[in-house]
């Protein structure tokens, strides 16, 4: 006899908000590089991404700004890891 037990747990409860120490490649949302200093999340599977508003530049012919909240943008439409969809 199996078991199985299905608990509906949001990933962005099981992440935890850090403040990166060094630069760390690639985000695999947004494709911009995770430097020192940003905030990120990091997913119980271990990868990180940015987490809350990153800056990703200006446009001054328009006075427009772009921020990116990558990990929290993903988690409105998405509940799994972008880099592990199926764990």
Not at 26 to 38: F, K, N, P, S
Not at 39 to 62: E, N, S, W
Not at 68 to 86: A, K, L, M, Q
Request: hydrophobic share 40%; glycine share 6%.
């Amino acid at each position: 006899l199996v078991v199985v037990c299905f608990l509906t747990i949001s990933l962005c409860a099981l992440s935890s908000e850090d403040v990166l120490s060094k630069d760390a490649g690639e985000c695999a949302i947004c494709l911009e590089e995770l430097q020192q200093g940003d905030t990120i999340a990091r997913l119980p599977c271990l990868c990180i991404y940015h987490k809350g508003q990153v800056f990703l530049g200006m446009d001054i012919k328009y006075g427009e700004v772009a921020f990116t909240g990558c990990i929290d943008e993903w988690f409105e439409v998405n509940r799994s890891c972008p880099e592990h969809p199926s764990d």
